[in-house]
C-alpha cells in the first residue's frame, strides 16, 4: 500500500506518516530526512542539497528524483511504503506515476494535511527534532513537550531545532507550498484518491488520533 503525505511544512505530516507507518508496518520514507542525511555526510551532494535545504528552496527535480526513485527500487518497500514530502512538484508526482507504473503499482490515497499558515508558522518555532537518526522522535513545546527539558523521551539525545525551522526560511517554504506543492491537491483530487483533514491549533486533535481516522479510512 503507497500512501502519499501532502501538506505544507508544519502540518505534522512527519509525526503522522511515522505513528502510520508503525501501524501499517510498512518503512516511512520522508523525503526531509534522506537530504538532511545527505547533509550529514558533508560530500558533494550533501553540499549541493544544503544549498538548497538551508534556505527554505526546493532540492531541483532532476537531483530530488534521482535520489527518491533510487530510494524506491529497494526491496524493503515491496509491501508499499509512506511518502512523506515526495513528491512536492507535478514533475516529481508525474514521475512517480511513471516508476509506480512500470513497477504494476499505484498510489492508494494522497493525505493532505490542512493548516492555516499562521498557526504553521507557530508550530514550526515551536518544534524541537531529536536528531538521533536512528529515533528523529519529533516534539512542540505546546502539545508534544518532552518529560526533561530538551530531552528526547525515547532515546535521551539532546533535542535540536532544525536549521531551516526559523521565520524567514518557515515564510519562504511557504510560499514554495502555496506556489508550487500546493497544485498536487487538484493532481490527486482529479484521479479521486484525496483524502483532506482539516486541522487548527485549537482542536486537541493530536497525531494519534489523525493516524487512527486515517487508518478507518483505508479500511472502508
Ligand atoms: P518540511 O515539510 O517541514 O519543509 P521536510 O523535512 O519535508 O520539511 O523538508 C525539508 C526540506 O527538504 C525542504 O524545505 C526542501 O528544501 C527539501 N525537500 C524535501 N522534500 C523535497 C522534495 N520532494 N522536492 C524538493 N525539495 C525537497
Ligand atoms: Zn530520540
New binding site residues.
Given amino acids: 500500500m503507497i500512501i502519499i503525505m501532502l501538506?505544507?511544512?508544519?502540518?505534522g505530516?512527519?509525526t503522522v506518516g511515522n505513528l502510520l507507518a508503525l501501524k501499517l508496518k510498512i518503512p516511512h520514507i520522508?523525503?526531509?530526512?534522506i537530504?538532511?542525511a545527505y547533509i550529514n555526510s558533508d560530500d558533494e551532494i550533501g553540499k549541493e542539497?544544503k544549498s538548497?535545504?538551508s534556505?527554505?528552496?526546493?532540492?531541483?527535480?532532476e537531483l530530488?528524483i534521482r535520489i527518491?526513485e533510487k530510494r524506491l527500487q529497494e526491496p524493503d518497500i515491496q509491501n508499499g511504503c509512506i511518502l512523506?514530502?515526495?513528491?512536492?512538484?507535478a514533475r516529481?508526482a508525474e514521475s512517480l506515476d511513471t516508476l509506480l507504473k512500470a513497477q504494476k503499482r499505484s498510489v492508494k490515497v494522497a493525505v493532505n494535511l490542512s493548516l492555516s499558515d499562521d498557526e504553521i508558522v507557530d508550530r514550526?518555532t515551536k518544534r524541537r527534532t531529536c536528531p538521533n537518526l536512528e529515533c528523529r522522535e519529533i516534539y512542540n513545546l505546546d502539545f508534544k513537550i518532552p518529560k526533561i527539558e530538551n530531552i528526547c523521551d525515547k532515546c535521551g539525545t539532546e533535542l535540536v531545532i532544525?536549521e531551516?525551522?526559523n521565520e524567514a526560511?518557515i515564510r519562504k517554504?511557504l510560499e514554495?507550498?502555496h506556489n508550487i506543492s500546493e497544485n498536487l491537491i487538484e493532481y490527486y483530487q482529479h484521479k479521486d484518491i484525496l483524502y483532506t483533514v482539516k486541522l487548527n491549533n485549537e482542536s486537541n486533535k493530536v497525531s494519534s488520533d489523525i493516524a487512527k481516522e486515517i487508518e478507518e479510512y483505508l479500511k472502508k
Fill in positions: 501538506g505544507a511544512p508544519g502540518t505530516k512527519g520522508s523525503s526531509g530526512e537530504f538532511r542539497v538548497y535545504v534556505e527554505g528552496k526546493l532540492v531541483p527535480d530530488t527518491l512523506d514530502g515526495y513528491p512536492r512538484t516529481q514550526i532544525r531551516d525551522d526560511t517554504r514554495n507550498y
